[in-house]
């Protein structure tokens, strides 16, 4: 018989079945989307766990590694996990082990670890083969209850075997530990917390259900994290981030002055953000410092042992210690964010965005049902031996009729059940009963267990039958947790590591200037706008080479940490940072390229900022009002509008104000001296008239001291100064139309 070639049933037909590609994606990248969601990357509330870490600690329970027990190899615990409940690989299973046992990871470590279980450098633990590992007293909490019904089972991957759908959680871990994951579309972070603030909020909670969420805030600070350092988020963030779910907090290294004698000092840091590498750390600074982007830094050694020790050397003494920090935590993770996105299993299917009374609010429902589970568990246990006991108390009375049924009796159950009208339960107890426990002393025992279940029995009813009754068993539970990390009692488990303070209000401009390397430079533009910084203060500009076609506009000294700022014709003010200016080397750079300057429009001045200096700034008509010169100040390429200048007006004029007149001449050869209070002082607009012309414009102006005269010079470089009284024929008020020019004045119509 030849091979059959078509599918069962099939008739030779095609058997492909035509399938809508977009509807098959979608279907199956939601059942893949629901898996990481419920599987993989969420905590449950009630517990704070993943399902690897339950699956972890469930195993641990199975293969009785209390906390005093002994420890057992990790690559056992990994294989149980792995073979039993979680089908993954086994190093994705060792990882989650290995970060449970991490005192730096975890504020309350699940895992008790022996052997090398990695550092905060970031180094790997070794081989599961061999480390050890056994629970902690706080995983010992989690799963307080899980024998007694407390939680629902349910089927391994496998069905060979049954899980917890979420452990007890007598502790509240998902804000004691924290936890973070990417899943599909959504995300999680929750920075670890105290146990103890946990708890006293919790329990102002159950005093009182309507509490404000801010009232929770004078028990829950903020995070608390393993490794410590300073929260310097401001109050009503961290308040916007607990009511929301949705935040973060600015972590800061923990660091202080050392004093190394002859008033040096070196600046020790001991405690780092959390998530940090200590190593990569160190590693950055290292780059940074060689690159010169910390120019206030000479030099970090790691010092470090069991603890943290980072020594960041200073290059002068004369360094405020905290300008010093300041650049280093701008620059470096030594500041850090940590986000909080509160994004949990409530109750275990519905992932959602919780604010910290509702995480405290589910995590306590949560422990009431496990209390209820618990109760009539034990309620169950209590009737079951109630009806046993009282059939040995039933037979005790009968003792010798009992006896004799039990000899003669071919069916002694049946006759038992039918002549004292026992249950099936009692008589097969009272066929089971041994010899020796018919002297009378039991009788005496059984009577006293039957009274002290019966009265523990009318207690659960009782807490079964009253809400409040049951509210106040879960608050002395929670205030029992409380005390176990108590700071008081346990400061080693219980103090708080991560403390607050405002972060230092430092000038941003002084960290700035901190961040970089302060050196002369002479700043140089030609007069078709190409722009450089030669090295050094330069005395002779006359060595300055330019493109064919171009020569000087103006060059002036500065230093690196300056900023330069350009005036256009157009009234607008660009800055430009003078560490970011093209090198002496070639001829620099067009300032077009470094700022958006209109086409039409060409640079007046170019000068080193001065933030206490005041300008006295004119058009080519004549208008201008001073301006303080830290006004101007442009924070983007596209500059700053300062004067209002319409064309054919353009703005002419940008001269530091000093003395108290102004001396202004137009190209009609007028002269004008006024003095300058008659000026407005404005941040911006066209300004006031400042000379009066029938046609032409300004030629040029000067402020000056009218003690010290008004000085100009010819072209043979001949200086003249004309005193008060020689001026009194040029003095008027503002917007007046001015005299002739005295003797001696330059034909160029400038004052030199």
């Known amino acids: 018989m030849g091979k059959e070639l078509n599918p069962p049933g099939g008739d030779g037909g095609d058997a492909v079945e035509p399938v809508d590609l977009k509807k098959a994606l979608e279907e199956r990248y939601l059942a893949y989307a629901l898996s990481t969601i419920m599987h993989r990357a969420l905590p449950d509330v009630r517990d704070g766990l993943k399902p690897v870490h339950r699956r972890i600690v469930h195993t641990m329970r199975l293969l009785r590694l209390s906390p005093d027990q002994g420890f057992a190899k990790c690559a056992r615990i990994v294989g149980d996990v792995m073979g039993k409940f979680h089908p993954h690989g086994d190093q994705s299973i060792y990882d989650a082990l290995v970060r449970l046992a991490q005192s730096f990871s975890m504020r309350y470590p699940l895992v008790d670890g022996q052997g090398n279980f990695g550092n905060i450098d970031g180094d790997n633990a070794a081989a599961m083969r061999y480390t050890e590992a056994r629970m902690t007293e706080v995983a010992a909490e989690l799963l307080t209850g899980i024998t007694e019904d407390a939680v629902d089972f349910r089927p391994t991957y496998n069905e060979e075997d049954e899980e917890p759908t979420v452990l007890p959680g007598a502790f509240p871990n998902l804000l004691c530990n924290g936890s973070s994951g990417i899943a599909v579309g959504m995300a999680t972070s929750i920075p670890p917390h105290n146990a103890a603030e946990v708890c006293d909020a919790a329990l102002a909670i159950i005093d009182d259900p309507d509490v404000d969420p801010e009232r929770l805030l004078d028990f829950v600070k903020g995070p608390d994290f393993p490794t410590g350092g300073i929260i310097v988020e401001d109050q009503a963030s961290i308040r916007e981030a607990y009511a929301t779910g949705r935040g973060g907090f600015r972590v800061r290294a923990r660091w202080e002055k050392e004093d190394q004698g002859r008033g040096t000092w070196n600046v020790v840091v001991t405690e780092i953000p959390y998530g940090v590498q200590k190593s990569r750390l160190i590693e950055k600074i290292a780059e940074l410092i060689i690159a010169r982007r910390l120019p206030l830094l000479e030099d970090i050694r790691d010092e470090s042992a069991e603890d943290v020790r980072i020594v960041l050397v200073p290059k002068s003494r004369t360094v405020e210690p905290e ?20 994004n949990v299993l409530s109750r275990g299917k519905v992932p959602g965005v919780l604010s910290l009374k509702q995480v405290l609010r589910e995590w306590l429902d949560h422990r009431r049902d496990v209390l209820l589970r618990r109760s009539r568990h034990r309620l169950a246990e209590i009737e079951k031996r109630l009806e046993i006991l009282s059939g040995y108390l039933i037979a005790y009375l009968n003792i010798d009729e009992v006896i004799r049924i039990i000899r003669e009796e071919d069916e002694p159950k049946k006759v038992m059940i039918a002549r004292f009208e026992l249950t099936d339960n009692q008589a097969e107890a009272i066929l089971n009963m041994r010899l020796r426990a018919l002297r009378k002393l039991e009788e005496f025992e059984i009577r006293k267990e039957f009274d002290k279940l019966s009265e523990e029995k009318t207690g659960i009813e009782a807490l ?285 119509g400038r004052f030199g």
């Open 323 to 342: 300008l010093l920090m300041e650049s280093v935590f701008k620059l470096t993770d030594l500041e850090n964010r940590f986000p909080l996105n509160m």
């Open 464 to 748: 079964l039958g009253s809400t409040t009754r049951q509210w106040k068993t879960v608050r002395w539970e929670v205030a029992k947790v409380r005390q176990t990390f108590d700071p008081e009692k346990n400061p080693a488990l219980g103090r708080r590591r991560t403390t607050f303070a405002e972060a230092p209000e430092h000038d941003l401009e002084d960290v700035h200037e901190a961040l970089i390397e302060r050196e002369p430079i002479t700043v140089v533009l030609s007069e078709k706008g190409w722009l450089r910084a030669m090295k050094g203060h330069l005395a002779d500009y006359s060595t300055l080479s330019f493109k064919e076609g171009d020569s000087l506009k103006l060059a002036f000294p500065a230093q690196t940490t300056d900023k330069i700022l350009l005036f256009t014709t157009g009234g607008k003010f660009y800055t430009l940072g003078a560490d970011r200016l093209p090198g002496g080397r070639g001829h620099g750079e067009p300032v077009r390229i470094m700022v958006d300057m209109e086409t039409d429009q060409a640079i007046v001045t170019a000068f080193a900022h001065d933030p206490e200096r005041k300008l006295l700034i004119a058009s080519h008509v004549g208008n201008g009002f001073v301006v303080p010169e830290k006004e101007i100040i442009a924070n983007t390429r596209k500059g700053k509008q300062v004067m209002n200048v319409k064309a054919p007006d353009e703005a002419k004029y940008c001269i530091p104000v000093s003395g108290d007149h102004v001396a202004i001449v137009g190209q009609n050869r007028k002269l004008l001296v006024f003095a300058l209070s008659e000026i407005p002082e404005m941040t911006r607009g066209k300004g006031v008239r400042l000379q009066r012309y029938k046609d032409g414009g300004v030629s040029d102006l000067k402020t000056f001291a009218m003690e010290a005269g008004l000085s100009w010079q010819d072209s043979a470089d001949r200086t003249f100064v004309k005193s008060r009284d020689e001026l009194i024929e040029w003095m008027g008020n503002r917007a007046a139309a001015g005299r002739m020019v005295p003797k001696g004045f330059p034909r160029t």
